[in-house]
């Protein structure tokens, strides 16, 4: 069975930083290395989730517009984990943040990080 836990959201000031975590858990035959895995973001007056991240096999990495040159993904695949390290927070990043895998048909979401960011 396929688990994904984010930690690290929480209340923020407009400029400050945060590290979002999301550990995986995957049956034995899935190899966490082998998949690309993405973040995603829910803010409160919205129904979907927008895009914000993405870093594949290979450690390559792409960003919304929104979030260039403030945010960071990274992996550990020892670890099976995703970071998504968040600087120059604004209010408008306000919003549940999720991780997300794909493995075939099957898209995998975490339970979200709620992500305040207000003085």
């Known amino acids: 069975q396929v688990q994904l836990v984010e930690s690290g959201g929480g209340l923020v000031q407009p400029g400050g930083s945060l590290t979002l975590s999301c550990a995986a858990s995957?049956?034995?035959?899935?190899?966490?290395?082998?998949?690309?895995m993405s973040w995603y973001r829910q803010s409160p007056r919205k129904d979907e989730r927008d895009f914000v991240a993405?870093?594949?096999?290979?450690?390559?990495?792409r960003y919304a517009d929104s979030v260039k040159g403030r945010f960071s993904v990274s992996r550990d695949n020892g670890k099976s984990m995703v970071y998504l390290q968040m600087s120059s927070l604004k209010p408008e990043d306000t919003a549940v943040y999720y991780c997300?895998?794909?493995?075939?048909?099957?898209?995998?979401w975490g339970q979200g990080a709620p992500v305040t960011v207000s003085s």
């Open positions: 997300r895998l794909v493995l075939g048909v099957m898209t995998y």
């Open positions: 995957l049956p034995s035959e899935f190899t966490f290395g082998r998949y690309d």
């Open positions: 993405l870093i594949t096999t290979d450690g390559g990495t």
